[in-house]
């Protein structure tokens, strides 16, 4: 029987495995931030345990830092502590960080790819739940807890039961303005947000085949929303042209040799998964949520559906909508563009096709906000910073900025909120504010109109 490739990614790593319980595996890559390092440093330093492998650690500031002044110290002393913190424990374990100020900074996963840190093949983890964004490229990379961080500290390795597989399949063609999040909203709206619990999830068919790394990479990151430890997409073609030429990629034969590697990784023809779904890509549209789960979705020309759970009901209550409502131009107040979903510079570009030669809304506050130095310099590059600007839109400097409101970007309770983020919990941008997740395309038509609007009507 053949191997899926979840299967031989974790098979080339398992160091040992235990008797009737977990796998030791082996850990190629750790990202680590601000957030979820300190108390894990501390626990190695109470053991007087040294860090293994410094080498195989990248850091990087992103969750609580400022969007706007980074030059300047940070005001709010818990963020200003942990960044301090970040930045005194990696000189003393001799990790590479590329903290504020460094032209290598931004989101954790965003800066991974972009630099070519990420590599097919590859197991990856950090202490985020987003780190599956990885796996784009065919890698296992999943997030971890502190305890679990200083476990991967100490050994380079993690004691981890094997999650069974899942294949998700999409064929047939997008419609225009249906875009990669669109996709992963809709399968997500129709499995529920606890359908991959035990599961690592690939997917597979024409629409991932023909989708750009960035696109593949907005899929992955919310696979941990339906439940699923992390999401795969085969490598291929386009993947080697995306990591070729990347900082930290390899170069001259050794590409050659990755590369023949990494074309053996695919799943074979004869491998079974352990649960299969199947869509057709035809069915999907724009996609917007309704609730305070991004399960709770439909798209932008549907009813809010019928539902007597009680649940359902308080997350209607949340959101003042009810069942069968209709979003479609409903008003907003704010949008943002960016997170580890969507900051990369094709969601900038997607964004700003629509927005060009408009003005936003005089009521919306519209945010965009890069997911990193790279991308912020790519913005400027292309021009596409004067249509923002031009538009009425304002230009933050790269974080994670209003995707979590653990920094000063909250939205104001009770208000909506298009977002390009990936959860649209209670008072997850702020305390009271009300997520509607969407695609950027999506979100910068509601900030010129407004409203919720179809973007495939206009």
Known sequence: MGKTLFEKVWDNHVVDQLENGPDILYIDKHLIHEVTSPQAFSALKERNVPVFRPQQI?????????????????????????????????EEHNIELYGLGHPYQGIVHVIGPELGITQPGMTMVCGDSHTS????????????????????????????????????????????????????????????TDSGTGYFAE???????????????????????????G???????????????????????????????????????????????TFDAADIGPMITYGTNPGMGIRVDEQIPTNENESYQKALD????????????????????????????????????YIKGKKKASNVNALIVPGSQQVAKQIQAEGLHKIFEAAGFEIRQPGCSACLAMNDDKIPAGE???????????GRQGPGARTILASPMTAAAAAIEGKIVDITQL
């Open 133 to 192: 964004t990885h796996g784009a490229f065919g890698s296992i990379a999943f997030g971890i807890g502190t305890s679990q961080v200083a476990q991967v500290f100490a050994s380079q390795c993690l004691l981890v039961g094997k999650p069974k597989s899942m294949r998700i399949v999409v064929n047939g063609e997008l419609k225009p303005g249906v875009h990669p999040k669109d996709v992963i909203l809709y399968i997500i709206s129709k499995l529920g």
């Open 203 to 229: 997917y597979a068919g024409s629409v991932f085949e023909n989708m750009t790394m960035e696109g593949r990479m907005t899929v992955c990151n919310m696979s941990i929303e339906m439940g699923a430890r």
């Open 58 to 90: 990248v850091a990087t500031a992103d969750h609580n830092v400022p969007t706007l002044n980074q030059h300047l110290p940070i005001t709010d002393e818990l963020s200003r502590n942990q960044v301090a913190k970040l930045r005194q424990n990696c």
């Open 416 to 426: 909506y909120c298009v977002s390009t983020s990936n959860r649209n919990f209670e």
């Open 318 to 353: 949340y959101m003042g909508f009810s069942q069968g409502d209709s979003l479609h131009k409903l008003p907003i107040n704010y949008v943002f563009i960016g997170s580890c979903t969507n900051s990369r510079i094709e969601d900038f570009r997607a964004a700003s096709k």
């Open 231 to 277: 999401g795969m997409i085969a490598p291929d073609e386009t993947t080697y042209e995306y990591v070729k030429g990347k900082e930290f990629a390899p170069k001259g034969k050794e590409l050659e040799t990755k590369i023949s590697h990494w074309k053996t990784l695919p799943t074979d023809d004869d491998a079974v998964f352990d649960k299969e779904y």
